[in-house]
Structures are given as structure tokens and as C-alpha cells.
């Protein structure tokens, strides 16, 4: 079997999961958060060695304040309560995303996550959170210009972009049945495997990282090549 490197997941139906069962939608993100703590652990239990998850989008922003609060609040608690105690084997944390336009007290969780974890080499946790693909690449060329450069290669570039230094992901998992990318890893994805769910996102469980990389095995990775 070849472990994926880098799995990268775009955590959807939350709010079906909860509508479906006559709760509020929120409901469905505290639920949400259990399967992520499941599903890192699954991931980590097959080695794969850096997982990117999808926690709010720059356009998520358009929702109702009442459900982007409640998100918030749900990933503070996760940023200062569970990510670090989640499972036995040492990860660092990473973020993409314009974290300059979050809640105060959800930054400095996430910075204490970032900065606690930052020695560790091995396993990667990438989480995005006020992330946007167009909007990634355009702080890259911001920084960039910035920096006085005035020639871009594609090393460059990935090497101003949120994930800079972390392989490109080899499998993109979406759930819930939904299949578009919605701004996500836009530059990243080149190359990516795309696996859809119909599951919803609360619904995952440890074993869904055995059946993501059964289906990875499948696949023919060509890279343009013959
Ligand atoms: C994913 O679930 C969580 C976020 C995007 C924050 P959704 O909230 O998008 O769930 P659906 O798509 O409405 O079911
Ligand atoms: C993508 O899901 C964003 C996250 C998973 C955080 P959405 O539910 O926001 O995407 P659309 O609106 O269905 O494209
Ligand atoms: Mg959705």
C-alpha cells in the first residue's frame, strides 16, 4: 500500500448533518469537531505524515453572525483545549489563511498552538482558517513585491505561499457529496487526487482514512508523463 504524503480535507456537511436530524446547525459543527479528532488520528495511524484541513473559508464570512460566532467559538476551544492533547504522536501545527482578521482570542490560541509545536518535524497539521486560495496567492504576491522580487519562478512562489516548505497534497477529500474545490489549496492542488464522500463531514470515522487510501491505490498518478 502507498500512504499518501499529504491528505488535505474539505470538511463539508455540517449543517446537513444537523438539519437532517431536526437540530440547529451548530449542532452539526460541535459534531464536526469530534470527526476531526477522528479523523487526524486516522490519518496519524497510517503515517500519513501531513494532513490539511478546511475549518472556514474567506467566504464563510457570509454567513450568519450567529453561526460564524458559534464557529469560532467551537475552534478557540479546539485551538486551546484538544489540538495538542489529540494523539500520541508529536505534530506541528500550521495555519493558512489571513489569521490578522480573526477574533483576537482565536489568533492567540492558534499562535500558542503554532509556536508550542514548532520543533516538531515530522507530522504536519495544517488547518485553514479564513482561507482562501485566490485570496493565498494574492498576500503571496503582496509579500513578494514587498520584498523587492522581481522574477517569479514556481519555487518562488510556493515558497511564499501559506503551506511553504509542506509537499503538495496528494489526495483532496471532499464530503457530503459535493464536488467543487470552493477556493481551496488552488495552487496546491496541480497534481492532487480528488475523492468524493457522499458522507457527511460529522460522520466520519478513523476507518474513512483506511477506504481514502484503498481508493488512493487506485489511482494512476501520471504527472504528465506516460
Ligand atoms: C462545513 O459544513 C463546515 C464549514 C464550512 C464551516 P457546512 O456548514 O458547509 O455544512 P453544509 O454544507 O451547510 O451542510
Ligand atoms: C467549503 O465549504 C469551506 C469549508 C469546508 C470550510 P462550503 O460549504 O463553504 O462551500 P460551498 O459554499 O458549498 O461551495
Ligand atoms: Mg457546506
Not at 440547529?24 to 476531526?36: F, I, W, Y
Request: net charge neutral; charged share 25%.
Amino acid at each position: 500500500m502507498q500512504i499518501p504524503n499529504h491528505i488535505a480535507f474539505i470538511m463539508d456537511g455540517n449543517g446537513r448533518w444537523a438539519t437532517s436530524r431536526l437540530l440547529p446547525r451548530n449542532a452539526g459543527h460541535s459534531e464536526g469537531v469530534k470527526a476531526l479528532k477522528r479523523v487526524i488520528n486516522g490519518c496519524m495511524k497510517y503515517g500519513v505524515k501531513v494532513i490539511s484541513l478546511y475549518a472556514f473559508s474567506s467566504e464563510n464570512w457570509k454567513r450568519p453572525e450567529k453561526e460564524v460566532k458559534e464557529l469560532f467559538r467551537l475552534l478557540k476551544t479546539f485551538f486551546t483545549r484538544d489540538l495538542l492533547h489529540l494523539c500520541n504522536k508529536p505534530f506541528r501545527v500550521n495555519y493558512m489563511g489571513d489569521i490578522d482578521a480573526l477574533p483576537s482570542d482565536v489568533k492567540e490560541g492558534m499562535i500558542k498552538c503554532m509556536r508550542d509545536t514548532a520543533d516538531v518535524e515530522e507530522y504536519v497539521v495544517n488547518i485553514g482558517i479564513n482561507y482562501g486560495g485566490r485570496d493565498e496567492i494574492c498576500r503571496a504576491v503582496n509579500k513578494m513585491i514587498s520584498a523587492g522580487i522581481d522574477h517569479v519562478d514556481e519555487q518562488t512562489l510556493s515558497s511564499y505561499l501559506d503551506t511553504a516548505g509542506l509537499p503538495d497534497p496528494d489526495v483532496i477529500v471532499r464530503t457530503a457529496g459535493e464536488m467543487r474545490v470552493s477556493n481551496f489549496m488552488l495552487y496546491q492542488l496541480a497534481y492532487s487526487e480528488f475523492i468524493f464522500l457522499d458522507k457527511y463531514w460529522p460522520d466520519m470515522k478513523e476507518d474513512d482514512v483506511n477506504t481514502i487510501i484503498e481508493e488512493y491505490n487506485t489511482r494512476h498518478r501520471k504527472f504528465g508523463a506516460l
